[in-house]
């Protein structure tokens, strides 16, 4: 097996040759967050957004949750793969940050597809239906929140449907031995939670940075 460093312009041509353009909203937002300094290095990149869509028509989504929306941009990719009358709800705490998202979804047309939550997710999640009826669900918050995140929604996502989990790899942290800090320890214990999970199939993905697909079974 072959692996290499993926360098801005790798990303740049495998984004060019993805059928999901960065149309101009979606530039904007990009450098809107990117002004925003540190905290923009928790957005998704143009590829992994590419990937959202395609999992997100994939699954013919009607029905889609974020945990974790920061300034909208992996909501856009989510909300214009949903199939035609589909809904996607975010969940976050920040309203500043998603009031930056507000504004591009709103700018892309797609802000009738997108309700926003601002609140801690786990209430969030805890106050949907109980039934399965989600399609797909994106998680991409707090690490430390992942397990709880993970119990409240597999039972809610339909058979067939999708839980994606972002940053499971932790940058390679989680196979370091000295790596002891909270987050490292949450993606370890919630990496082997999934693999555990026999109400799911998983695949980890070793590109982003550590990416769970898992199908509801
Ligand atoms: C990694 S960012 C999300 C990035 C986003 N998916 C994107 O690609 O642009 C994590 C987000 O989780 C939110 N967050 C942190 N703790 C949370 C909690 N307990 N409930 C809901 N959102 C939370 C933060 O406010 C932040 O916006």
Not at 50 to 60: A, D
Not at 102 to 128: K, M, N, V
Not at 197 to 211: I, S
Request: proline letters at 4%.
């Amino acid at each position: 097996m072959r692996s290499f460093t993926v360098t801005d312009e790798v990303r740049a041509y495998a984004v060019e040759h993805g059928s999901w353009r960065t149309d101009e909203v979606m530039r904007r937002l990009r450098s809107e967050t990117a002004a925003l300094g540190d905290p923009a290095g928790m957005q998704v990149g143009e590829d992994e957004g590419q990937l959202l869509t395609m999992l997100t028509r994939l699954v013919g989504a009607r029905r889609a949750v974020e945990v974790g929306t920061f300034t909208g941009y992996s909501s856009l990719c989510i909300a214009r793969g949903l199939a035609e009358g589909g809904s996607l709800l975010c969940c976050d705490i920040s309203e500043e940050w998603t009031a930056v998202g507000r504004r591009a979804w709103a700018a892309a047309g797609l802000a009738e597809r997108i309700e926003l939550r601002l609140a801690p997710a786990l209430d969030t999640l805890r106050s949907l239906p109980t039934e399965p009826t989600i399609d797909l669900a994106f998680i991409d918050a707090d690490k430390p929140g992942y397990a709880a995140y993970w119990a409240e929604l597999v039972p809610r996502v339909r058979p067939g449907g999708l839980l994606v989990v972002d940053n499971v790899l932790w940058s390679g942290r989680v196979v370091e031995p000295d790596a002891d800090d909270a987050n490292t320890e949450a993606l370890r214990a919630f990496n082997d939670l999934v693999a555990a999970d026999a109400r799911v199939e998983a695949v980890v993905l070793t590109a982003f940075d550590g990416l769970t697909v898992a199908r509801k079974r």
